[in-house]
């Protein structure tokens, strides 16, 4: 699977349909080693199935071979070299196929090239890929120069990868149409990347592996693949990557001994301190190398071979796999002496005691260090540190009690096979820790469980009032510094409905969707189906009535299968009932209202009450209002926090409720609490409910006024449901009297009424959004259709919105 690129494999899409329809063209790739090349070669390989694909690759060993490359790029069309002039073949064969190529014409030896792809591509559309271009033999070429700047016309997709730092001249390289050069994945790409080639890779792990890798995807494999089963699962040492990791070979290791195999010793000696310090500072580094040995001519060789780039301060690898080359071949012994070395230079103390970690085996005063430095430390770091210790203890009681302490941290981390481990390790070495050892075990299988209860009394869901907008960032700001992976789901869930309190609805979206991801990593599919469910919901917000069923029933299965969170289904209902609103399905969205305020176990909101009123009044079920209303006004804020929205939504509701100017002041007032709390979104939802009261009050004119402001903050917002219910108001409110009366004889209401059967609107949607009664509906109906000269409801598509009225 190729992630990213998304720019480079549209070139390759449009090269390859451009050859298609008989013309072709070239595209080059280039960049750094492993930065992606070959993939995009070999995903432009793949999707030419219904042509014919010529493939050669460069390699350094055959680099001064004349026609080394050409001859193994045509080698597929050798068969076809005998539909050629009799001169031309036997130039080809001079050159290529063991002739004598002292005689051959380098002119005839191109155009033979030509002729004979020519040929080929007339059969079939020809798609030629060729890496590695910077490793090809100087005459191959000049010949595929020569041909690629004539083969335009031809169905030919030329697709060359070459590297950037050695790249050819540049008289002799292709004449490219695209030439693109690979900056690397981004690290949305890079960590997608990991998630499905490295699954075993714990989050936080991984956000090192790509902030090493620097985009870099052969660096990206590579390296995580270096990092042993431990490493991978969370105990690593935080100020150096490496740590831990066998000799092992990498794909660089051939390239980075042709390139730097000649540097003394002491040069790589002080590239090898480079490596075993994760921080980019130069001293420490080179007050260690200074230590080893190293002088300043080790560090100007280091650069001007182009292994490190050094300036004022910081020194770091050109490419991110010389790192891991050079930390990899050293020996275990160079590896002491160089942690050693920097345990001693001027760096931070905790950094001190890791290279101190790294530089011994059994020590219990480093074990004593580390079990300090876990005590200050978040908890995955700390349960790495207690991990690390219990290694150094040679005591079988004292390194129980730090695999004990390195349990406790990783269950507060989230990774719980973690923390099973260590459990293990230490009941082992300790069996009176067995009470210890359960209370663990209970943790780990209750954060495990499918039918878990504890989310369901943790979580702040949107069945809930919002909480405090700043409390909730606090909240996830201290479980990212403490490292509490497990409790951080819920701390971004409870900040995604702070955040739709506040009318930020991309923001909690995008909240909810990191939280997901979290959720996904650490197994924790509770959680999971409660962001899903508030995703759904998202999503009927911003209209995507699809992906908002796909995600309800998605977290309800959920639910019914393994007993998941109560509060799923209530969110999924709600969900369902905004689904109706923004399309004006107001009975629908009241059985979903009326069922959810009714459930036993359900917190009730003033949000849930105000659309539950909302949509009571507009089916015309007034009563079903009152019991919701009586809650909303009785609420004491001396009891519980009151959104600020709250007195918008009362005034809101006290509109619904009354009639004439009374309703009219309410409307009002509540537009001037949300616009002076900064609730956009529910003062659009207020306009649009004014404009609607004044169009039935026969005052089109303002209600244009309202609804039009209403469409353009949903139109910012994105919601597009509601969108549609606006702009459904402000067509029926664009009909005149007049213009109906002289076109057609309909009332004005018969023509609101035909306008919206005409778009297919069935009798009871059309007496939700217009406030009749279905009766009433079918009677408008049944005297508008002779007047239109129709007989029955499918005949008004025919004529046109403005035949029809």
């Given at each position: 699977m190729l992630f990213g690129y998304i720019p480079e494999r549209a070139a390759i899409d449009d090269l390859l349909r451009r050859t298609r329809q008989g013309s072709g063209g070239v595209v080059e790739f280039t960049g750094e080693l492993g930065v992606g090349k070959s993939a995009l070669l070999n995903d432009a390989a793949e999707k030419a199935v219904d042509m014919q694909v010529l493939r050669a690759e460069g390699w350094q060993s055959e680099a001064h071979y004349p026609y080394a490359l050409l001859g193994l790029l045509l080698s597929p069309l050798v068969r076809q070299v005998t539909e050629l002039p009799q001169e031309q073949a036997a130039q080809l064969h001079a050159v290529l196929w063991g002739g004598e190529r002292d005689t051959a014409d380098p002119l005839w030896v191109c155009d033979a090239v030509l002729a004979l792809l020519g040929t080929a591509a007339r059969k079939r559309p020809l798609v030629c890929v060729v890496d590695d271009l910077h490793w090809a033999d100087r005459e191959s070429v000049e010949v595929?120069?020569?041909v690629m700047r004539r083969a335009g016309t031809e169905p030919i997709a030329w697709f060359l990868g070459e590297r950037e730092e050695a790249c050819i001249d540049t008289a002799r390289t292709s004449p490219a149409d695209t030439r693109m050069t690979l900056r690397g994945l981004d690290d949305r790409a890079a960590t997608g990347m990991l998630k499905t080639h490295v699954p075993d890779l714990v989050p936080s792990v991984r956000q090192r592996v790509v902030a090493e890798a620097r985009g870099n995807p052969a660096a990206l494999r590579d390296i995580s693949r270096a990092l042993t089963t431990a490493q991978r699962a969370g105990s690593i040492n935080p100020f150096t990557l490496y740590d831990g990791t066998p000799s092992s070979g990498t794909t660089a290791q051939a390239e980075f001994h042709e390139r730097f195999g000649g540097l003394s010793e002491g040069t790589l000696l002080l590239a090898l301190a480079v490596s075993a310090c994760d921080a980019d500072d130069l001293r420490p580094v080179w007050a260690a190398a200074?230590?080893?040995?190293?002088?300043?001519?080790?560090?100007?060789?280091?650069?001007?071979?182009?292994?490190?780039?050094?300036?004022?301060?910081?020194?770091?690898?050109?490419?991110?796999?010389?790192?891991?080359?050079?930390?990899?071949?050293?020996?275990?012994?160079?590896?002491?002496?160089?942690?050693?070395?920097?345990?001693?230079?001027?760096?931070?103390?905790?950094?001190?005691?890791?290279?101190?970690?790294?530089?011994?085996?059994?020590?219990?005063?480093?074990?004593?260090?580390?079990?300090?430095?876990?005590?200050?430390?978040?908890?995955g770091q700390a349960y790495a540190a207690f991990d690390r210790a219990a290694g150094h203890a040679?005591?079988?009681?004292?390194?129980?009690?730090?695999?004990?302490?390195?349990?406790d941290s990783a269950v507060e981390a989230g990774l719980f096979d973690e923390a099973a481990r260590l459990a293990d390790a230490a009941v082992a070495d300790c069996p009176a820790l067995r009470l210890r050892v359960a209370k663990v075990r209970t943790t780990i299988d209750g954060e495990r469980a499918t039918a878990e209860a504890g989310p369901a009394s943790r979580a702040v869901t949107l069945l809930d009032e919002p909480p405090?907008?700043?409390?909730?960032?606090?909240?996830?700001?201290?479980?990212?510094?403490?490292?509490?992976?497990?409790?951080?789901?819920?701390?971004?869930?409870?900040?995604?409905?702070?955040?739709?309190?506040?009318?930020?609805?991309?923001?909690?979206?995008?909240?909810?969707?990191?939280?997901?991801?979290l959720c996904e990593d650490l197994g924790q599919s509770n959680c999971a189906a409660l962001l899903q469910s508030h995703l759904a919901w998202c999503a009927a917000f911003e209209g995507d009535e699809a992906r908002s069923l796909a995600l309800a029933q998605e977290c309800q299965a959920h639910v019914e299968q393994h007993q998941g969170p109560t509060a799923v289904p209530g969110v999924v209902l709600w969900t369902h009932a905004r689904t109706s609103m923004g399309r004006a399905r107001y009975r629908g969205a009241l059985a979903h209202l009326t069922a959810l305020w009714g459930s036993e176990g359900t917190p009730h909101s003033a949000r849930?009450?105000?659309?539950?009123?909302?949509?009571?009044?507009?089916?015309?079920?007034?009563?079903?209002?009152?019991?919701?209303?009586?809650?909303?006004?009785?609420?004491?804020?001396?009891?519980?926090?009151?959104?600020?929205?709250?007195?918008?939504?009362?005034?809101?509701?006290?509109?619904?409720?009354?009639?004439g100017e009374e309703?009219?002041?309410?409307?009002?007032?509540?537009?001037?609490?949300?616009?002076?709390?900064?609730?956009?979104?529910?003062?659009?939802?207020?306009?649009?409910?004014?404009?609607?009261?004044?169009?039935?009050?026969?005052?089109?004119?303002e209600a244009r006024e309202h609804l039009y402001a209403a469409e353009a903050v949903f139109t910012e917002f994105g919601a597009h449901g509601w969108l549609w219910r606006v702009r459904s108001e402000l067509a029926?409110?664009?009909?005149?009297?007049?213009?109906?009366?002289?076109?057609?004889?309909?009332?004005?209401?018969?023509?609101?009424?035909?306008?919206?059967?005409?778009?297919?609107?069935?009798?009871?949607?059309?007496?939700?959004?217009?406030?009749?009664?279905?009766?009433?509906?079918a009677n408008h109906l049944y005297?508008?259709?002779p007047k239109l000269g129709v007989t029955s409801r499918d005949q008004l598509s025919a004529l046109g919105l403005d035949d029809a009225c």
């Open positions: 595929l120069s020569f200074y230590e080893l040995g190293c002088r300043d001519e080790d560090l100007d060789h280091a650069e001007r071979s182009g292994l490190l780039e050094v300036s004022a301060s910081t020194a770091r690898f050109t490419h991110p796999l010389w790192r891991l080359v050079t930390y990899c071949n050293a020996t275990a012994v160079q590896r002491q002496a160089v942690h050693a070395a920097l345990a001693e230079s001027d760096t931070l103390h905790a950094a001190r005691i890791w290279h101190e970690a790294a530089a011994s085996y059994e020590n219990d005063a480093v074990a004593t260090a580390l079990a300090e430095v876990a005590r200050h430390t978040p908890h040679t005591d079988r009681g004292q390194r129980a009690r730090y695999c004990m302490a390195a349990a405090r907008l700043r409390e909730a960032e606090d909240h996830v700001t201290h479980c990212r510094d403490s490292g509490a992976g497990r409790r951080l789901p819920y701390a971004l869930l409870a900040l995604g409905n702070a955040l739709l309190g506040e009318d930020e609805y991309v923001r909690a979206r995008e909240t909810f969707r990191e939280g997901l991801e849930m009450a105000a659309d539950l009123v909302e949509s009571a009044v507009r089916s015309a079920r007034s009563g079903l209002a009152e019991g919701p209303f009586t809650w909303m006004t009785g609420l004491d804020s001396g009891q519980m926090a009151m959104p600020s929205s709250y007195d918008g939504l009362v005034a809101r509701c006290h509109a619904l409720l009354a009639e309703a009219r002041r309410w409307y009002e007032e509540a537009a001037v609490l949300f616009e002076k709390h900064g609730h956009r979104f529910e003062w659009a939802r207020c306009e649009l409910l004014y404009g609607e009261w004044l169009r039935r009050s026969r005052r089109r004119r029926v409110c664009a009909a005149k009297r007049e213009a109906v009366s002289s076109r057609s004889g309909l009332t004005e209401q018969e023509a609101n009424v035909v306008r919206l059967a005409a778009r297919g609107r069935t009798n009871p949607q059309i007496a939700e959004e217009l406030f009749l009664s279905p009766r009433t509906v005297r508008a259709f």
